[in-house]
């Protein structure tokens, strides 16, 4: 069965802060996809990145990046310089073939 | 690309009445769609994937008598919420998988609020 674990319900922090978005996921596939997704206060869910279980490569998009650590079961999120626009909650889900979402993670940013 | 649909965006109904919620995929086709339920400050559960042309297979606990899934062409599913009651207000979210890009990624739509009152 597949677990993604979000163990931080909520985060809040200042403008400029910079945030990072834990996520642990339990898998028995060697074949798999980690998503990371935002969802603003408007519901519609935003698609951030895509990463498959044979890139470990970290990867970073502007104020965006990631750290795939498949040693650990990890697929952690930072938001460097955070603004306030980025509040929002944040998914990390696991994909096979259907996804399974973390709990959330609500982020914050105060001006 | 990958551009999904939902319509209508909000509905409120009274209880008892059924509602129709499509989900349509607007550049490719998708034998495969998803729908997910959201409960204020939750996660997003699945419900049931649809498969064009054959039944949809629920998730353990959905009731499928209550919840009707129809995927009668590789752009439109829709989902029927039958008989509906005050807490089977939430927010529904549909998905829609492209086989192009390998089948692993799903594209979602925007969302339907249900309030059922």
């Known amino acids: 069965a597949q677990k993604v674990t979000q163990a931080q319900t909520e985060i809040s922090v200042v403008e400029k802060e910079d945030v990072t978005l834990d996520c642990v996921y339990e898998?028995?596939?060697?074949?798999?996809?980690l998503f990371w997704y935002k969802q603003p206060p408007s519901g519609e869910l935003v698609f951030l990145i895509r990463r498959n279980s044979f890139d470990e490569q970290n990867e970073i998009s502007g104020r965006y990046s990631w750290n795939f650590q498949k040693s650990t079961s990890s697929f952690n999120f930072t938001i460097t310089a955070s603004q306030v626009v980025d509040s929002a909650v944040y998914f990390c889900?696991?994909?096979?073939?259907?996804?399974?979402f973390g709990a959330g993670t609500t982020v914050t940013v105060r001006a | 690309g990958a551009v999904v649909s939902q319509h209508p965006s909000r509905v409120i109904c009274k209880s008892g009445t059924s509602v129709k919620i499509e989900c349509r995929s607007l550049?490719?086709?998708?034998?495969?769609m998803f729908w997910y339920r959201q409960f204020p400050k939750q996660s997003l559960m699945l419900m049931a994937t649809?498969?064009?042309?054959?039944?949809?297979?629920?998730e353990q606990g959905v009731e499928k008598d209550k919840f009707l899934i129809n995927h009668a062409s590789l752009t439109l599913s829709t989902l029927t919420v039958t008989s509906a009651h005050p807490e089977d207000s939430s927010f529904y979210i549909c998905?829609?998988?492209?086989?192009?890009?390998?089948?692993?990624?799903?594209?979602f739509g925007p969302g339907t609020r249900l309030t059922v009152t």
């Open positions: 649809s498969n064009e042309g054959s039944k949809a297979t629920y």
């Open positions: 998905s829609a998988r492209d086989q192009r890009t390998g089948g692993y990624e799903q594209y």
């Open positions: 898998t028995r596939d060697t074949t798999y996809y």
């Open positions: 550049d490719f086709q998708a034998t495969t």
């Open positions: 889900a696991l994909s096979d073939y259907k996804l399974s």
